[in-house]
């Protein structure tokens, strides 16, 4: 209280317990897939699909001569169809055994190199070195991969301009994606280059095993959006006191003004040719063979490292290319199913067969797996693409998680992703199979979500079930998000309690969070009633004594109206109606 307390009377203060600490930040999907350029198997958040081209692509070519054709992975499908409804996502670029190129930058006046430039793509389009034809064209340069130019070098005060090109533009249209000015190969200076462009990066370690992880290296963050630096020859306070050059030899390390290629780069043990789309085998998809160890292993490690909460907040899981049918995918789509489940607050969209299936064949892997956090959707969708100027075959798996996205954002997790209000593949022009209301019963039956076309009303996911067999609320897909966005809130939000005393004022403060977010999703049609305890009863001196704090709640989920049913009551002239 503010005010001193003096003469007698009646003292009010507000003690405002409504304040919620912050809560969880935009939480989106993860993808995990090749893509035509972007760091290999590290997990990049975007915010929008203009991010995802510039970091990862979009259309390449791929076959030779008269084969050769234009292709997207099915990770660009996913990324923008969710990317227009949701605010982030987090993406693992797939790339067994691949590597980054390099450009070395030499010195002006040593047999040496001032610096080496390495792209943040890895694979073998960062390859831009080759033929330099009229104009400095590069033979090997494309829309997806750079070349470098250096200018103004200024002896006198040890400064020069670094110019990151696109791959294919020429001497008199430059294209620049990047341009430093003013910089220096002196670490004390404010324009040191490794400290404007970066010099960090990520290494994965453990790979293989059952605790992989990304260790960072480099001291300076990452600003170039494509090439960290390497310096080779430091100029250590090039300029003393009076602004002189401190020692004569500096000027021959730095870097000689012209422009550069890279070179280097390798796409590892991608097969040619690559099968897209319909054409996904058990040893071919989009290029990867999980037949072999060191692929599985890719796939394996991408997933383990999102395993890890504290570091990736994800709550949905897809993996484009990979189908159940398949043995050697099977193993990967288990090892997943596994991390969605340990997490508890992630969930999983699967594809059961291969394009050109029976019904009979995915109703059979549906009924093989068993899990609340796992959904699966049949059958495949063909949808337009207009840079390549044709329609592809797609499995659900690529476009089921901007149905979520969409639901999420007209309604809520816990309203159900499906029907003709929120369930609508407007992308879609048609299914491999056009399902009659038999053939919905018995994938419904079999826990396979159907994907049902309509006269009038265009492609639509018809159905919500988890693969649950046991039948309980969380067999269907939006009492399962429900639970998930609820663990999500509770975990973010009263992690700053933790280490706090286990008294009633701290437990009031958890009552104070929890208590008001349900009431909220009560309004907002998630649940019918709950209960939030923590209390004595729940926190007995035991308890207390064991350095815990417990709490219990108890939900009652709302349920969706699956099945309508109306009886028509045909009644005699006269009749009185019931009351």
Not at 385 to 408: C, E, H, M, Q, R
Not at 518 to 523: D, K, P, R, T
Request: negative net charge; hydrophobic residues 40%; proline residues 4%.
């Amino acid at each position: 209280m503010a005010e001193k307390i003096i003469s007698p009377g009646v003292f009010t203060n507000e003690v405002d317990q409504s304040f919620l600490p912050a809560g969880v930040a935009a939480i989106g999907a993860a993808v995990i897939g090749p893509t035509q350029k972007g760091p290999a198997g590290i997990p990049t958040v975007v915010s929008s699909y203009s991010e995802f081209l510039q970091l990862f692509g979009g259309k390449f070519s791929s076959g030779s001569g008269a084969f050769e054709s234009s292709y997207k992975y099915l990770t660009n499908y996913a990324a923008q169809e969710y990317l227009k409804y949701a605010d982030t996502l987090t993406v693992v670029r797939i790339g067994d055994g691949m590597s980054p190129a390099t450009a070395a930058v030499t010195a002006s006046g040593v047999a040496a190199n001032s610096f080496t430039l390495t792209t943040l793509s890895d694979g073998a389009d960062q390859n831009s070195s080759g033929t330099v034809g009229t104009n400095n064209l590069l033979a090997n340069g494309t829309e997806n991969n750079i070349q470098y130019e250096i200018s103004n070098v200024n002896n006198s005060k040890g400064t020069f301009t670094l110019l990151i090109r696109r791959g294919d533009d020429t001497i008199n249209r430059k294209v620049i994606l990047e341009q430093y000015n003013n910089l220096t190969l002196d670490p004390n200076s404010p324009n040191y280059i490794a400290r404007a462009v970066g010099d960090q990066v990520q290494t994965l370690k453990d790979g293989g095993g059952l605790d992989p992880f990304l260790q960072l290296s480099g001291s300076y963050a990452n600003r170039s959006k494509y090439v960290r630096v390497t310096v080779h020859r430091e100029t250590y306070n090039y300029l003393d006191a009076n602004g002189s050059l401190r020692v004569a030899d500096y000027t021959a390390s730095l870097p000689a003004a012209g422009s550069g290629s890279f070179s280097g780069g390798s796409d590892g043990t991608v097969a040619h040719p690559r099968s897209f789309y319909d054409k996904i085998t058990n040893t071919n998809t989009q290029g990867f063979n999980l037949g072999t160890t060191s692929t599985k292993n890719v796939y394996i490690d991408a997933i383990r490292l999102l395993k890890n909460q504290d570091e990736y907040d994800i709550n949905l899981l897809t993996l484009p290319g990979l189908i159940d049918n398949f043995t050697n995918h099977a193993v990967v789509l288990t090892e997943a199913q596994n991390m969605v489940e340990s997490r508890g607050d992630c969930f999983l969209i699967m594809d059961p067969v291969e394009y050109g299936s029976a019904l009979s064949a995915a109703t059979a892997k549906a009924e093989a797996r068993d899990s609340n956090y796992v959904a699966e959707y049949w059958p495949w969708v063909k949808i337009p693409d207009v840079d390549l100027g044709k329609n592809i075959w797609v499995p659900a798996s690529t476009l089921i998680p901007s149905v979520y996205a969409f639901n999420d954002r007209v309604a809520a997790p816990w309203f159900a992703p499906a029907g003709l209000n929120r369930g609508a593949l407007d992308v879609a022009v048609m299914t491999e199979r056009k399902l009659t209301h038999a053939n919905r019963d018995d994938l419904y039956d079999a826990n396979v979500n159907p994907i049902a076309s309509f006269p009038n009303s265009g492609v639509v996911v018809y159905g919500q079930k988890t693969l649950q067999k046991k039948a309980s609320a969380l067999d269907r897909v939006n009492v399962r998000r429900l639970l998930i966005a609820a663990k999500k809130f509770i975990a973010s939000s009263t992690k700053f309690l933790v280490f706090e005393n286990n008294t009633a004022a701290t437990r009031n403060r958890f009552l104070s969070i929890v208590n008001p977010y349900f009431e909220n999703v009560q309004q907002r049609q998630g649940l019918f009633a709950f209960k939030v305890q923590m209390d004595e009863a729940n926190n007995t001196p035991d308890v207390i004594d064991r350095n815990e704090m417990k709490g219990a709640i108890f939900l009652q989920p709302a349920k969706t109206a699956e099945f309508i049913i109306i009886d028509f009551n045909i009644l005699p002239t006269g009749a009185a109606f019931p009351e």
